[in-house]
């Protein structure tokens, strides 16, 4: 049997390759693309414009109300609290894109993180393999979600719920009550505590850039001599001067001796932070360029039309809670390495409230069929500098729990007069 690509998916999945997409119409100009921009503003695809928004309000706030907020050695931490927070995140993401929810995937994180450490201290394997087996580990706990969830009917509610609690009772039967497993591989710990060489650091930003710039052009180059729907010359120079902006403006700070000790000097780029960088760039080419992400679009768009268009939805369910379980794995194995160790309370607490509220935050759909990876991480470093910024302030714990919870709601309530406003206009 062949599989028919359903034709609204991949419509939706070009328009929204970016946020400065043009609309159906062809622009030519800057301002037209800026203006189709507007249009689908208005029309509610607002994509990760709040979140964004809301981040450079937080940087402003906070940089006025402390001086020690924009320092290098603050944004390094930053970068750092970040991580686990934008991985977790960003395997929920495709499951948030089915409509459905993941409640296990931090404590799903914390067993997966034990098992690796476990297979370093008591095993004695490599970490590299230590690793491997952690996150098949994960794999293996969303095959069971997702094949509860797909094949019997049970709502992943109930399901990720049961899972939350069992899994903790199997972290506390590996680890022991009142104890842990220290993660002091030089390679695990130091995703978090180490940085590479600036030199290193400069050669990866520029191939970035460059990278990115060389497939900006080609594909521009490819649709105007195909004669297909393009963006303006001007918009592709746009995008790529902003990427180049962001990527060498954040390279030079952490490139900055930022140690307090003239004796210990402490500069480049987190590793933390490339780790990240590929897991957005893998998954955004997953979901925006693959027939895999096309399905996973139109399965959480529709899964009655999907299912008539020939995908096997079963699959699809059950794959995006792999997934989520694996990059929970990764997510609890960068915590392990921040904290230095995991503890039977590992993953459990607001671990797995902040990377949903991350992913919302940053733009992701709760009704299914809205998301991208991008959101998740746009949506952790919001949630890091809220927890960041008001730390650097002294705040009280309660304020932190305040201003976190009402900035998801706002997310929420956007997210919900959005898909209102596409409804309206025929866009969703």
Known sequence: MTTTEP???????????TDFAVDARQVSTLREAFTAYLNRIRGGDMGALPATMGLVVLFVVFSMASSSFLTALNMANLITQAGAICVLAMGLVPVLLMGDIDLSAGVAGAVAATFAALAIVSQGLPWFLAVIAGVLCGMVIGLAIGLLVAKLGIPSFVVTLAFFLALQGVTLRMIGQGGSVRVDHPVLRGITINTMPVIIGWVLALGIVGLYAALALLRHRTQVSRGLQHEP??????????????????????SVNRSRNPNFPIEGIPYVLPLVAVLLIFWTFILTKTRYGRHVYAVGGSREA?????????????SVFMICSSMAAISGIIAASYAGKVSPSSGAGNTLLYAVGAAVIGGTSLFGGKGKARDAVIGGVVIATIANGLGLLNQASYINFLVTGGVLLLAASVDAVSRRRRSATGLG
């Open 7 to 17: 034709a609204d998916a991949t419509a939706s999945t070009s328009l929204a390759d």
């Open 233 to 254: 010359f001007s918009v592709v120079l746009f995008k790529i001067g902003g990427m180049a902006a962001i990527v060498i403006g954040v390279t030079a700070v952490l």
């Open 306 to 318: 999907a299912r008539r268009a020939g995908i096997n939805v079963d699959r699809i369910r059950v």
